[in-house]
């Protein structure tokens, strides 16, 4: 039986998990809705890349040359068995970016997003002398690529329940004039806040449409209990604070943790595991030293650090 259902709808977030994409659109209708789609993208592996040129002269130096390219696709096909969520499809054939040309490439399909990066890793750290392609590439933006989408762009969607049939792009990236997103927006505030083995907060805030609700005399369980009520409540698309990426987050969800307290209501995707990073990265740009706070995204909603984006 066919259920497809057609909307339109701005695309508000998307994300890996398993072997699909996530996407989260907002209906013009206002509804917020979840759809999974499916993907499996490839990277390329060249295996032939410590050959020496001009080892397929001669005929008995070419006949050498291909049995030792067999050799090494035998060894990446033992090595991405002992990687999870890899599958060799194959020789193929792609153009060089540089050169234009045609090259044999391995093709390695990418069966579980969520091991994509462990495992691309382990396998460059144990064959460092291959030549890797396309693998660099963050899940959803690859998504994006091949499916002509982009973040924030209005979109004639249609699927089947919670099944993404088909998304088609009706704005143009180009554009200078377009509808801004209905958001719904919230402000997090908080005092006295400090991370580490024993998180602790003093008083917590939302902002909400002009209303404020502080919580400053509850023990940390009732506090982060009726945050998550409140969120589920109001069910934000961005999330405002400041701070928010090198102290808030990390407090809150560490003290989620101390209270065993299972999800704030932070994430729009439900049993989302985090693990907390406290490092940020020192770069040098324009001659001056810089700190960037680690990143503290949200599944299915925004959130923005003031002090920590540009």
Not at 261 to 279: K, N, Q, T
Request: charged content about 25%; hydrophobic content about 35%.
């Amino acid at each position: 039986m066919d259920n497809r259902k057609t909307f339109t709808a701005w695309l508000f977030d998307l994300y890996p998990q398993g072997n699909s994409m996530i996407l989260w659109f907002l209906a013009e209708d206002g509804r917020r809705v979840r759809l999974v789609e499916p993907f499996a993208p490839s990277f390329y592996v060249d295996v032939t890349a410590t050959l020496q040129p001009g080892a397929t002269s001669g005929a008995g130096e070419r006949g050498g040359a291909a049995q030792r390219c067999g050799q090494l696709r035998g060894q990446l096909r033992t090595a991405l068995a002992r990687c999870a969520g890899f599958e060799c499809l194959g020789t193929t054939e792609r153009l060089d970016f540089w050169t234009a040309r045609p090259r044999e490439v391995e093709e390695v399909r990418v069966t579980d997003l969520d091991r994509y990066g462990a495992s691309l890793r382990a396998l460059a750290r144990r064959h460092p002398e291959w030549t890797y392609y396309h693998c660099d590439i963050p899940a959803e933006i690859h998504y994006c690529y091949e499916r002509g989408l982009f973040p924030a762009g209005l979109c004639e969607v249609e699927h089947d329940g919670e099944r993404l049939v088909r998304c088609r792009l009706r704005d143009d990236a180009r554009a200078t004039q377009y509808p801004l997103l209905p958001l719904c927006e919230v402000e997090l505030r908080a005092e006295g806040v400090g991370v580490g083995r024993r998180p602790r907060m003093r008083s917590l805030s939302l902002t909400h449409e002009g209303r404020t609700i502080t919580w400053d005399e509850a023990t940390p369980a009732h506090m982060l209990r009726s945050l998550r009520d409140c969120l589920r409540e109001i069910d934000p698309d961005l999330i405002w604070t400041t701070g928010g990426d090198s102290v808030l987050m990390p407090a809150l969800f560490a003290m989620a943790g101390q209270c065993r307290i299972g999800s704030l209501g932070l994430d729009r995707e439900r049993g989302v595991e985090r693990e907390l990073v406290y490092d940020g990265r020192t770069y040098i740009s324009y001659g001056r030293v810089l700190y960037q706070a680690p990143d503290y995204p949200l599944l299915g909603r925004w959130h923005i650090d003031r002090n920590n984006s540009f």
